[in-house]
């Protein structure tokens, strides 16, 4: 009798110690968060890791940032079906990734997004004025890219693209640089650099969005959700948005992005 109690209590005891483990293990379960190439690297981290240690900070869940080399990478992992948990991206590769992966748009930035031909070429009034002049931009498939793609639809009418900027910043920087003589930006670099004119800009679009992999547990994209949604009201945090150069995010409307990928049949086809 008495060792039929000790196999019961072992049996107990291993059914606690695995059942605590199961726990534990599923509570540390991290998510990834993958972020657009607009950054090196090494900057993405700085920007993007705040966003990051705040989500971990207030919620249940563990999540990890994950950063990609360039612009040629990422869209190829995104034609290859590549799905994180969650993604931060422009709007046109939301877009894409809803209708192609069913991801879904939970958060953006509260203001929108436009970009802008600036150049210190104070005489030229139209894109068409840089035909067979160098203009610096990110790599296609970057919105910036695909705007710039827009205005010069005849292909024996086309600038020089310099399209090997390192971030937008590094294409304003092309342009002092004499390598170029105008660069497409968006609106928050437009408002600081006064000392360049504004050629055209573009359409508005959703800004910096935050979309889930239909994959994703509904409790965690919840709790992602509601964290975001507060994040401007909570002042120990402000560099967590001062890093992304917004002021706060908002919930974002699924019937915004519509369409949107269409944007990327100025640059590429049959994608």
């Known amino acids: 009798?008495?060792?039929?109690?000790l196999f019961l209590v072992m049996v107990l005891s291993s059914t606690l110690v695995l059942g605590s483990h199961a726990a534990l293990s599923q509570t540390q379960q991290s998510y990834t968060l993958l972020v657009h190439p607009i950054f090196t690297p090494a900057q993405a981290e700085l920007v993007y890791q705040p966003l990051v240690d705040y989500l971990n900070a207030v919620t249940e869940y563990r999540f990890e940032l994950q950063t990609a080399r360039d612009f040629h990478r990422y869209w190829l992992d995104i034609r290859r079906g590549q799905r994180p948990d969650l993604v931060l991206e422009d709007a046109h590769l939301i877009a894409l990734r809803m209708q192609q992966h069913g991801f879904v748009p939970l958060v953006r930035a509260d203001e929108p997004a436009t970009f802008s031909l600036l150049t210190t070429d104070l005489a030229a009034t139209e894109p068409e004025d840089?035909?067979?002049?160098?203009?610096?931009?990110?790599?296609?498939?970057s919105l910036g890219y695909v705007v710039l793609a827009?205005?010069?639809?005849?292909?024996?009418?086309?600038?020089?693209?310099?399209s090997s900027a390192a971030s937008w910043l590094d294409a304003v920087e092309i342009v002092f640089a004499a390598e170029a003589e105008a660069a497409i930006v968006?609106?928050?670099?437009?408002?600081?650099?006064?000392?360049?004119?504004?050629v055209m800009t573009s359409t508005e679009f959703p800004h910096l969005t935050i979309a889930a992999s239909p994959d994703l547990p509904d409790a965690v994209r919840a709790a992602v959700?509601?964290?975001l949604l507060e994040l401007h009201e909570q002042p120990e945090h402000f560099g967590v948005l001062h890093e992304l150069d917004i002021d706060e995010f908002v919930a974002a409307d699924a019937d915004e992005y519509l369409g949107l990928e269409r944007w990327l049949d100025y640059v590429f086809s049959g994608f």
């Not at 005849?154 to 600038?159: L, S």
């Not at 968006?186 to 504004?198: C, E, F, G, K, T």
């Open 150 to 162: 827009s205005w010069f639809t005849n292909p024996m009418q086309q600038p020089i693209l310099e």
């Open 186 to 198: 968006p609106h928050n670099l437009v408002r600081r650099y006064v000392n360049m004119a504004s």
């Open 130 to 141: 840089f035909v067979g002049r160098p203009v610096s931009s990110m790599p296609a498939p």
């Open 1 to 5: 009798m008495k060792s039929s109690r």
């Open 225 to 227: 959700v509601r964290s």
